[in-house]
C-alpha cells in the first residue's frame, strides 16, 4: 500500500485562481494517492509552530513574504505566486502575461475600439507583465495605451480617495475606450468608477477583467468580460510536481505556466465600434451566422457593396479578410464550445455542418495550430 503523504496547502481561496488551483491539485491527490491535506486560513505566520510538528512531506503556497522558518522546514515545496526574489531553487506557478494580453488586445480589437487603456495594481509582478504585454502589442498594431498609475501615498490608496483619482483618470480617456483590467477585482474597480463618472459601459468603455471569477463577474454591473485561464490544468501540474519533488526530484526552480484559454464574453464589452455600416452589417452577420457553412458571398450580400470593395474595407478596417474573419469567427466559437459544454466533437462538427471530424479538425486546427481534442485536453476544467 502506498505511503500516505502529508502536504501542506497555504493558498488564498476566496478568488478563482486559488479555488481552481485547489481543485487541479485536489484532482492530481485522487488519481495519484492517498494525500493527507492540511489548510490554514489564519495566515502563515500562526501556521509555522502546527507545521512544523505535523511531519509533513511537501508544501503549496501562495505568500509574498517567504518566512525563513518555513524554508527551514526543508521540506519540498511550491510557490503560487510571481516573486522574481524566490529563494534558493523554489518552483514557482507563474502566469503568462503575454497570452494573457494578447487575447484581451485582440478581443477588444474585434470590437472596432481604437482607444485603450490599462488598469492595474503597480505593486505586483504580474499586473506589471500584463500591461507591459498589453502595450506592447497594441503599440506594434499602431496605438496607444493610456495606463492608470497607482498614487504613491498611502492615504490615497482607500478605495473611498483612489476611486475619485480613476474616475478623473477615466474621464480623460478618449472614447470609445477598451479597458484591460489585471484582474476581475480590479475590473469591478473600474466600473464603480465609470458609474461614478456616468461614463456607459460597454458604450464609452468596454471593460474586461483576468481570471473569469464567475462570483466577482457576476456582481459586476455590467457584468464582466474576462479571460479565462487554464488553473485547473496548472494545479494538476502543480501536484505532480509535488510528487516528483516528494519523491526525491530536486528543486531547480521550474515553472508551471498558467495560461490564457480564452475570452468568456459578457455585457461589459458588448459593443462594436466601426464606423463603416457595411462593414459593421457584414461583421454583425458573421457573427450570428458562426454556426453556418456561410462563404463570402453571402457576406458582400448583406451590403450594398461590390466584393472587392468590401473586401478593401475589410483589410483597412479590421486588417483581415472576409475569409479570415469568417474562420476566425467560427474557430472562435467552436473552441468556445470545447471548454464550455459537454458535447462531442462529432456533435459539434455536425453542428457546424462539416463534412467529418477530420475536416472541422483541419479548419481549427490552421486557426489554432492543434487539434480539437487536443486543445479541449489542455483548455478544459477537468
Not at 45 to 65: C, E, F, H, Q, Y
Not at 77 to 94: E, S
Not at 151 to 171: A, G, H, V, Y
Request: proline content about 3%.
Amino acid at each position: 500500500m502506498a505511503k500516505l503523504k502529508k502536504v501542506i496547502l497555504l493558498l488564498e481561496t476566496s478568488r478563482e485562481f486559488g479555488r481552481e488551483i485547489l481543485k487541479g491539485i485536489s484532482r492530481y491527490a485522487r488519481l495519484h494517492g492517498p494525500w493527507s491535506f492540511y489548510s490554514e486560513a489564519r495566515g502563515l505566520k500562526s501556521a509555522i509552530p502546527r507545521l512544523t510538528n505535523w511531519n509533513a512531506d511537501g508544501i503549496i503556497m501562495r505568500n509574498s513574504v517567504i518566512s525563513n522558518e518555513l524554508i527551514n522546514l526543508n521540506l519540498p515545496a511550491i510557490l503560487v505566486l510571481h516573486d522574481p526574489k524566490r529563494p534558493n531553487q523554489l518552483p514557482a506557478v507563474l502566469t503568462d502575461g503575454k497570452t494573457i494580453a494578447k487575447l484581451a488586445s485582440e478581443h477588444l480589437l474585434n470590437r472596432g475600439l481604437k482607444h485603450f487603456a490599462y488598469c492595474g495594481f503597480d505593486n505586483f509582478v504580474w499586473s506589471n507583465e500584463r500591461k507591459k504585454y498589453f502595450k506592447e502589442i497594441l503599440n506594434d498594431a499602431g496605438f496607444h495605451v493610456n495606463v492608470y498609475n497607482q498614487p504613491k501615498q498611502r492615504k490615497f490608496k482607500s478605495w473611498e480617495n483612489e476611486q475619485i483619482l480613476m474616475r478623473d483618470w477615466l474621464i480623460s480617456l478618449p472614447k470609445p475606450v477598451g479597458i484591460l483590467a489585471c484582474n476581475d477585482d480590479r475590473g469591478q474597480h473600474v466600473l464603480e468608477a465609470c458609474k461614478s463618472a456616468d461614463i456607459k459601459v460597454p458604450e464609452e468603455a468596454a471593460v474586461m477583467g483576468v481570471d473569469n471569477d464567475s462570483i466577482i463577474c457576476g456582481i459586476c454591473d455590467p457584468p464582466l468580460t474576462s479571460v479565462a485561464l487554464n488553473l485547473d490544468a496548472a494545479g494538476y501540474a502543480c501536484g505532480e510536481l509535488l510528487d516528483r519533488l516528494m519523491n526525491g526530484k530536486p528543486m531547480q526552480k521550474q515553472e508551471i505556466m498558467v495560461s490564457a484559454t480564452h475570452v468568456v464574453k459578457r455585457q461589459s464589452t458588448d459593443i462594436l465600434s466601426i464606423d463603416d455600416s457595411d462593414v459593421s452589417e457584414a461583421i454583425r452577420f458573421i457573427r450570428l451566422s458562426a454556426k453556418n457553412k456561410i462563404r463570402v458571398n453571402d457576406v458582400v450580400a448583406q451590403t450594398c457593396l461590390s466584393r472587392r470593395s468590401l473586401e478593401n474595407r475589410f483589410r483597412k478596417i479590421i486588417h483581415r479578410s472576409i475569409q479570415e474573419e469568417i474562420r476566425r469567427t467560427r474557430v472562435e466559437l467552436i473552441a468556445q464550445m470545447l471548454i464550455e459544454t459537454d458535447l462531442t466533437v462529432s456533435e459539434i462538427t455536425n453542428l457546424f455542418s462539416f463534412t467529418d471530424a477530420e475536416h472541422i479538425s483541419r479548419y481549427f486546427r490552421k486557426e489554432k495550430g492543434m487539434g480539437l481534442r487536443e486543445f479541449r485536453k489542455l483548455n478544459r476544467k477537468c
